[in-house]
């Protein structure tokens, strides 16, 4: 009976050290690729090419792909990558990568991805930025493959009192040379199929019915746009022209000083004007105001 439960332990230990292994194989192998990435980013933000920006760019879609199949992934920090926002939902669910490319013109391109939190194989949804052709981007209904491209910042689940579980994306949108945008995104999940798009918004007739919120404003302006989660609460600052006559110039507005919101009521988002500003700016939204001063890489050699 002892040599069967020493054999018993004996086998366990073994197991335990083949986990702790493999893990420890995946960990060095995804910091690789973490290096790799770290220096297409580099090259996406400094090199003065658009061509080459695009082809770092077109790396490291292939790259991130590469490194998301590898067991563990998902547990995995990528911390170093600093020009890639990475969020992670407060369920657990879900990772969104997104990140852009800066046109010579001053206009933006955007790619990203969503990783699905799936242990026994990779579920990954890319997301295909289709901005140019979408005329209409508040009021019309979207998906993974038909996406309006944007960096997002913030990930808010909305479950009680909501037909359609679904997700309320904070983002930044630069625009063009002008104009810099920030959007309030809806996400949920359907038929293997992320979708971008619900009439959750209600209390104002530029905003009722609106499938996701779209500011725009001067490109040297900044915008507040962020989350008050113990009041459930979306702050953002009320955007004006600089003259009345200048209402249907939105790449000349700017904050006034106030500020409005949308208050989570029964899976709803109603707009609340005016409303005190009870909490400074976090860090995190200010990341997004300034394209022009992007986090600066190292670089390092490549590895394949």
Known sequence: MM????????????????????????VIQLEKYQDTLKNLTHELINNSSQEERYNASYKMVKTLVRALKIQGSYSFGFDSLKAISI???PDNKFKIFTWHVMNNDGSYRYYGAIQMNSPQALKLYPLIDRSPLIKRPQDTVLNNDVWYGCQYYRIIPVTSNARQPYYLLLGWKGNTIKSTKKVIETLYFKNNKAYFGLPVFEGDKDFSGKNRIVFEYSRQASMLLNYNSQEGLVVFDHLS???PKLKNKPELFGPDLSYDGFKLMNGKWKYMPDIPLKN?????????????????????????
Do not use: G, R
């Open 87 to 89: 969020q992670k939902s």
């Open 241 to 243: 022209p600089p003259d």
């Open 3 to 26: 040599v069967i439960k020493n054999l018993v332990a004996t086998f366990l230990v073994l197991c335990l050290c083949t986990s702790i292994f493999a893990q420890s194989k995946s």
């Open 280 to 304: 400074a700016p976090s860090e995190t939204d200010n990341l997004y105001n300034n394209p022009k001063s992007p986090v600066k890489t190292s670089p390092k050699k490549i590895t394949p």
